[in-house]
């Protein structure tokens, strides 16, 4: 079954402690993508992917780092996570761009 | 500058009935795309209907049509014959750029929750 999968879905977390949120999918898709989402605002994207080894800053990259080393894996790292960086996260990939494929989401609190 | 907006936070429509979800967009590319989304309440981003901008049919799935009017650059969902599971949020987005120019970031509008009544 084609699909984005992400892991943890629900991850509970203190200010500082050190985090990753993976991603994978396996559509051998070229593009994927990291999404915040957020009450009134919709989504908002971090960082996106076009091709192994080729990352590129959204429209709210700080305090995030990601890495794409192999075509399915796209795992978002927060290095040093904050309050404000509570936050429903979605992965998404697609093969040229049309269709994005959504992962189910990971909903995360830092207290 | 914000480039989709959805000026309509909440819409009702009762079963059965066609409705409209207001996009426009705003760009200087000559090649992007439309997208619009669905977000039901567990979550989930459920892919709808796309549209590339040098397409010049309006993009059709299902109930689903997208009416894509360039120079007013606007991109409006209308679902035809509501039902009750169509209740959801929904997105527009935009992608800028191609797959031959580069792919550029994915914008999204802040959504416009539908509530389908019986």
């Known amino acids: 079954e084609a699909q984005v999968t992400q892991n943890p879905r629900y991850l509970i977390t203190v200010t500082g402690k050190k985090l990753t949120v993976t991603c994978s999918q396996n559509?051998?898709?070229?593009?994927m993508s990291w999404y915040r989402q957020d009450p009134g605002l919709g989504l908002r994207q971090i960082y996106y992917?076009?091709?192994?080894?080729?990352?590129d800053k959204g429209d709210v990259p700080e305090g995030y780092k990601v890495s794409r080393k192999e075509k399915r894996n796209f795992p978002l790292i927060l290095e040093s996570p904050s309050p404000n960086q509570t936050s429903l996260y979605f992965c998404?990939?697609?093969?040229?761009?049309?269709?994005?494929?959504f992962g189910p989401g990971t909903r995360l609190t830092v207290t | 500058a914000q480039k989709i907006t959805q000026t309509q936070p909440g819409m009702f429509v009762q079963e059965k009935e066609a409705v409209t979800l207001d996009c426009t967009y705003d760009?200087?590319?000559?090649?992007?795309?439309l997208f619009w989304y669905k977000q039901p309440s567990s979550g989930e981003m459920i892919f709808l209907i796309y549209?590339?901008?040098?397409?010049?049919q309006n993009a059709t799935e299902g109930r689903y049509s997208l009416n894509f009017q360039k120079a007013r650059k606007s991109a409006n969902l209308v679902i035809s014959a509501s039902q009750l599971g169509d209740s959801a949020m929904y997105f527009c987005?935009?992608?800028?750029?191609?797959?031959?120019?580069?792919?550029?970031?994915?914008?999204f509008g802040t959504g416009t929750r539908l509530l389908v009544s019986p």
């Open positions: 998404a990939s697609s093969l040229w761009g049309e269709e994005q494929y």
């Open positions: 559509m051998n898709h070229e593009y």
């Open positions: 992917s076009m091709n192994v080894e080729v990352t």
């Open positions: 760009t200087s590319d000559q090649s992007y795309g």
């Open positions: 549209q590339g901008s040098y397409d010049e």
């Open positions: 987005a935009m992608r800028e750029g191609s797959m031959n120019t580069g792919f550029q970031k994915l914008v």
